[in-house]
């Protein structure tokens, strides 16, 4: 997810329950950054990767 290792794991008495609850959904923001580049690049909104525009 991008944290360092122990963010929320090494915390004291922190069951696994709530770690998973305080994990939450911060998985999304690193799966949807690249695809919402990829689709505005598609869209020819920005520059597709390599600095050519998206056709």
Do not use: C, F
Request: aromatic letters at 0%.
């Amino acid at each position: 997810m991008g944290l360092p290792a122990g963010h929320v794991t090494d915390i004291p008495g922190l069951s696994r329950t709530a770690q998973l609850k305080i994990l939450g959904n911060g998985v999304i923001t690193q799966q949807a950054t690249p695809a919402l580049r990829a689709l505005a690049a598609s869209a020819g909104l920005v520059e597709a990767a390599g600095g050519e525009a998206a056709a």
